[in-house]
C-alpha cells in the first residue's frame, strides 16, 4: 500500500435499507488522494457525495470495499477504534457548523485537541493561535448560539483543525452562509489547510470553491464517473 497517499477507497458501496427500499448511495466507488492534495467532490444533489465522506471518515460503515487511511486499512475498525483514529488524524467540517451548544467557543476548539494527546498548555496555544488567525479572539467566552452563522463556521474550522490533522473533510462549508462569510470562510479555509500541510477533500456545489482544488472528483448515482 502506498503509504504516500491520504486517504484511498476501493469498491467503496453504501447500501441504505433492503428489499424494494434498498437505497445505493455509493457504487464501487474509487478515489485516492495524496498526501498535501485538495480534492473537490461534486455531482448533483442525490449522487452520493455526502455519505462519501462520512464512510470515509467512519461515521458511517461501509457495505462493501476498501478503505486505507494513511497505509493502514480501516473499514474493518470498530466504532470505538474509528473514533481514536478521528481524534488523531481526521477533522471535520459540517454545512450546519455541528457546536456543542454547552460549550464557549475556546472550550469547543480546545476540546479535539486534548482527545488527540495534547496538554492542556498545548490544547490552549493551539486555540488561541487558531481563533487569532480567524479573527475572532474577542468571542472565546462566547456560547455559540450567540455567534452569527460565519463566526460559528470559523469556530467549526478552528475545532476540525485544533488537532492537526492529517486529512480535513469538509462537507459544504460554505453552503449554510451569504455570499460575503462564504468567500471570507473559504479563503481561510484554504490558507489554514495549505499551512498544516492536510489534505482536504471538499464537497461543493459551488463550482467557483471547486476550481481552487487540485482536482474535481465527479460523482453520479453513487459511482466516481470523472476526475479531472
Excluded: C
Excluded at 457504487?27 to 485538495?38: M, W
Excluded at 480567524?134 to 463566526?151: C, H, N, Q
Amino acid at each position: 500500500m502506498n503509504t504516500t497517499l491520504a486517504v484511498e477507497a476501493r469498491g467503496l458501496s453504501r447500501v441504505y435499507g433492503s428489499g424494494p427500499e434498498t437505497v445505493h448511495a455509493l457504487r464501487d466507488a474509487d478515489l485516492s488522494i495524496a498526501a498535501g492534495e485538495f480534492v473537490a467532490v461534486m455531482g448533483p444533489s442525490g449522487s452520493g457525495k455526502s455519505t462519501l465522506l462520512h464512510v470515509l471518515g467512519g461515521l458511517e460503515p461501509a457495505t462493501h470495499g476498501e478503505i486505507w487511511l494513511r497505509g493502514k486499512r480501516v473499514d474493518g475498525l470498530s466504532a470505538s477504534a474509528w473514533a481514536v483514529l478521528r481524534r488523531k488524524h481526521v477533522g471535520f467540517v459540517f454545512q450546519f457548523f455541528n457546536l456543542l451548544s454547552t460549550m464557549t467557543v475556546a472550550d469547543n476548539v480546545e476540546l479535539p485537541a486534548l482527545l488527540a494527546g495534547a496538554s492542556p498548555r498545548q490544547a490552549r496555544k493551539r486555540r488561541e493561535e487558531l481563533l487569532a488567525e480567524l479573527g475572532i479572539t474577542a468571542k472565546a467566552d462566547t456560547a455559540p448560539a450567540r455567534l452569527s452563522g460565519g463566526e460559528q463556521q470559523r469556530v467549526a474550522l478552528a475545532r476540525a483543525l485544533a488537532p492537526r490533522p492529517a486529512l480535513l473533510f469538509a462537507d459544504e462549508p460554505t453552503g449554510n452562509l451569504d455570499a460575503a462569510n462564504a468567500a471570507r470562510i473559504a479563503e481561510l479555509m484554504f490558507d489554514l489547510v495549505a499551512d498544516t500541510g492536510a489534505a482536504m477533500v471538499l464537497v461543493t456545489h459551488d463550482e467557483a470553491l471547486a476550481g481552487r482544488a487540485d482536482r474535481v472528483v465527479r460523482l453520479r448515482d453513487g459511482r466516481t464517473v470523472e476526475t479531472a
